[in-house]
């Protein structure tokens, strides 16, 4: 298990990590670009520095950059001979998109210590005082690696993910963790975002809104999230957010067509058309579970196949045997 870690950032995603990982054990060391939250988080047992330079002095096993991808450029500049001075340091962070965060990590000439990560983990909720532990519970997590990626730093972050942490994990590329996020994190949180302005704009906006019960509820939580945090995400993804909107409107479209045309057979085969995901949900996750030995060549390839079966990574057995649940798979 990982013994030291370092944070940068104690907002909803850091501020969670760093009270979960200290009440399991681990020496937290934390640094918030404002010092707010230092009195309470040092009562739970997390030592604040002032400065940055001070997560290195600690000499953590894993350093987890939880700032918005915006100031990273920044962070990742004061970082670099910080790191230069501790080799053994791996770098890692918790951003929705991973390879703009990959391309600044090796413009810093940071990339020999990075893998990135990004916890499936939050709410519509920010800051210090929505940090809760159990914001963690049952989580999975993304690890992304690309070839150049050493083993030993992949397993430092992994250890934390699953071992400290208590998580599930599943390992991917840049391209492909970012067009599946987009698929079921930013571009949702664009349709809700749609949702609640086509509201607004109704004059019977509040007739609807009292007539509103848990469809629309579980339809348009996200869309309750700080605007702002959400343009940057979907900002920081736009290729991919851009492709699957014109998509989706294109999906649309034809149900309106249908439904103008009164095509029944159309509109039933519309409704009918996701059912492997209602019986894949029904079905639940984990139902069993095996090792998974990684090959010392290709491992990255080989977690990558891993997760599109399905399979998540769930503990060590030890260095190079991966305990993983398979759940039921579209």
Same mark, same amino acid.
């Given at each position: ?124 909720? !920010? ?6 532990? $159990? #914001?963690? %519970? ?6 992304? +690696? *690309? &070839? ?66 848990? !469809? ?6 996200? $869309? #309750?999230? %700080? ?6 995400? +979907? *900002? &920081? ?74 399979? $998540? #990574? ?17």
């Amino acid at each position: 298990m990982v013994e030291k870690v370092a944070i940068a950032g104690l907002g909803l995603i850091g501020g969670s990590l760093a009270r979960r990982l200290a009440a399991r054990g681990v020496e937290v060391t934390a640094w918030n670009h404002r010092p707010h939250p230092y009195a309470q988080a040092e009562a739970e047992g997390i030592h604040c520095v002032p400065a940055l330079d001070g997560l290195v002095d600690a000499e953590p096993d894993v350093l987890v950059l939880c700032n918005p991808l915006k100031a990273m450029p920044d962070m990742l500049h004061s970082l670099k001979p910080l790191l230069n001075a501790h080799p053994d340091i791996t770098l890692t962070d918790v951003g929705s998109v991973k390879a703009e965060v990959r391309a600044q990590v090796a413009e810093a000439g940071l990339g020999e210590c990075y893998v990135g990560a990004h916890p499936m983990a939050g709410n519509e909720l !920010s800051g210090w005082q929505a940090a809760n532990p $159990a #914001l963690y %519970d049952n989580a999975l997590w993304a690890l992304t +690696v *690309d &070839e150049r990626t050493e083993y030993r730093r992949f397993l430092a972050v992994a250890r934390l993910v699953a071992d400290n942490v208590g998580n599930r994990l599943i390992v991917l590329d840049d391209d492909t963790h970012d067009s599946c996020a987009a698929m079921i994190s930013h571009m949702p949180h664009v349709v809700a975002t749609a949702l609640i302005n086509e509201l607004v704009g109704d004059e019977n906006r509040n007739i609807a809104a009292a007539l509103a019960a848990g !469809s629309w509820r579980d339809m348009t939580r996200v $869309a #309750l999230t %700080d605007p702002n945090r959400t343009r940057a995400m +979907v *900002d &920081e993804d736009a290729a991919n957010v851009e492709h699957l909107l014109r998509h989706m409107a294109s999906r649309l479209t034809v149900v309106a067509d249908n439904l103008r045309d009164g095509d029944a057979d159309a509109i039933k085969s519309f409704f009918a058309e996701g059912q492997p995901f209602r019986d894949y949900k029904a079905n639940g996750n984990g139902v069993e579970t095996r090792n998974l030995p990684i090959p010392p060549q290709g491992w990255q390839q080989a977690l990558l196949q891993s997760a599109r079966r399905g399979e $998540a #990574l769930t503990g060590f057995l030890d260095d190079r045997t991966a305990r993983i649940s398979t759940p039921k798979a579209m």
